[in-house]
């Protein structure tokens, strides 16, 4: 059998994350973790591979996600369709009714990770991506919608992050959506020559989507058709201005956009989004909403809920465009070092500055110093700690300051001294 050894490459959509932009992810998650636990959110984990079930019931069967981009496969083992995650939400509540977490108080929670969708890739949408989703569970009130609003802003500010746009809207609730439904399904099969394929897929199906159409020969139209606004019950009225007073009364800017809709069947009353106009067409980084509906959907006793979820990838484009992102250092002191002798104690050198929670990289190998300097460089390390034979014999190592940071710090001179052994580690700590 012919072997085939031809070069492997990630699959269309799913991209790899390399060192030299992981550390910017990681920078990130934790100022986002921060953030999170300002507002008392905890972190639960749920699994990338649902039942499908879980998301035909709970995002909707006639939505974009389920019709058209789900990974679904049958499992070879038991015939059962798995599903991976193509959002959050269903999962977290399958979760919290599975396990009970509703059964004496509300729960604010968040995750993180990858979710797939089957779609053409472009900038900021992958078909692998990754999301931050956070969930408040069992709050009913407008002032916890307001508060996620008021959080992201936080956000922004925490991150540098300017020029963002609130929009905001409300769908209601059943009773009035379906009013609404009947309205605008008769408005638009008196204007069915002007609908696209999309417009007419979506007709008898999911008529609010067709209103958020993209296409330039439809907007006369959508914009001629029934609103929802006028179908409001007294309650959803209510509850969306006071909504809306929270904002204000928190300063920040939003508009109201009566045609905006989500993407999955289960939201209710408020819907939101942050967009921007530095990522091209995918404007959106934030969208969220109340879905009180889902977990009874799901088979848990009736409770609100209201949550949101960013998109990461399109964070990082953005949070770059607007702050100055740099590489990561690999580490903050690297060891250079000529000879066995000092290849052995750089050996203890180095496990002694760990000890001292320092990073350290020990050169591999034996190479010139030319050469471990260079790498030594690269690596972004503050100090480089060279040990030689002549310098050991008389207890000593050679110290260099490679990072101008250091020039601040009381006690070190830019430049290359000698420090004693036993004295290394006191010394490293206090110039770095």
């Not at 300002?38 to 709970?58: D, K, M, N, S």
């Not at 956009?257 to 009353?269: I, K, Q, S």
């Not at 009180?292 to 979820?309: H, K, N, S, T, Y």
């Amino acid at each position: 059998m012919t072997q085939d050894f031809s070069k492997l490459t990630a699959i269309r959509g799913m991209n790899d994350l390399l060192p030299d932009t992981s550390g910017t992810w990681l920078k990130l998650e934790g100022i986002l973790t921060q953030w999170l636990s300002l507002y008392g959110y905890r972190y639960i984990r749920t699994p990338v591979l649902e039942h499908t079930r879980l998301f035909t019931r709970g995002i909707g069967e006639v939505t974009d996600i389920v019709e058209k981009e789900m990974y679904t496969f049958t499992d070879a083992l038991n015939g059962e369709s798995l599903t991976l995650r193509p959002e959050f939400t269903a999962g977290v509540v399958r979760a919290a009714i599975e396990h009970h977490l509703l059964y004496d108080r509300p729960q604010r929670v968040y995750t993180s990770g990858p979710v797939f969708r089957h779609e053409r890739p472009q900038r900021g949408r992958y078909r692998q991506f990754h999301q931050l989703d956070i969930e408040a569970l069992g709050l009913a009130g407008p002032d916890i919608d307001a508060e996620m609003i008021i959080m992201t802003h936080r956000l922004w500010r925490m991150l540098g992050i300017d020029g963002m746009s609130l929009e905001l809207n409300t769908l209601g609730q059943s009773a009035e959506r379906l009013a609404h439904r009947v309205a605008l399904i008769e408005y638009l099969e008196k204007h069915r020559e002007v609908l696209d394929e999309d417009g007419l897929r979506r007709l008898y199906t999911n008529p609010l989507r067709v209103l958020d159409t993209k296409n330039p020969t439809m907007q006369e139209m959508a914009n001629g058709a029934p609103r929802l606004f006028d179908f409001l019950g007294s309650e959803s009225r209510a509850h969306f201005d006071a909504v809306c007073q929270s904002v204000d009364d928190a300063g920040i800017a939003y508009v109201i956009n009566p045609r905006m809709v989500r993407g999955l069947d289960y939201y209710n009353l408020t819907v939101f989004e942050w967009v921007t106009d530095r990522l091209g067409a995918q404007a959106t980084v934030c969208g969220g909403g109340r879905y009180d509906g889902l977990i009874e959907m799901l088979g848990g006793r009736a409770a609100p809920a209201v949550g949101m979820a960013f998109g990461i990838e399109r964070l990082i484009d953005l949070w770059s465009q607007c702050v100055t992102l740099t590489a990561e250092p690999e580490c903050q002191v690297y060891i250079v070092h000529q000879g066995e002798l000092a290849q052995k104690e750089a050996l203890h050198v180095s496990e002694r500055l760990r000890d001292a929670g320092i990073a350290v990289i020990m050169h591999a190998g034996q190479s010139s110093f030319k050469s471990q300097f260079k790498r030594a460089d690269s690596s972004g390390a503050e100090i480089a700690v060279i040990l030689a034979s002549d310098e050991l014999a008389q207890g000593v190592a050679s110290v260099k300051i490679l990072r101008a940071k250091s020039e601040r710090v009381d006690g070190a001179k830019v430049g290359q001294q000698t420090v004693a052994l036993e004295q290394l580690v006191d010394f490293i700590q206090s110039n770095i």
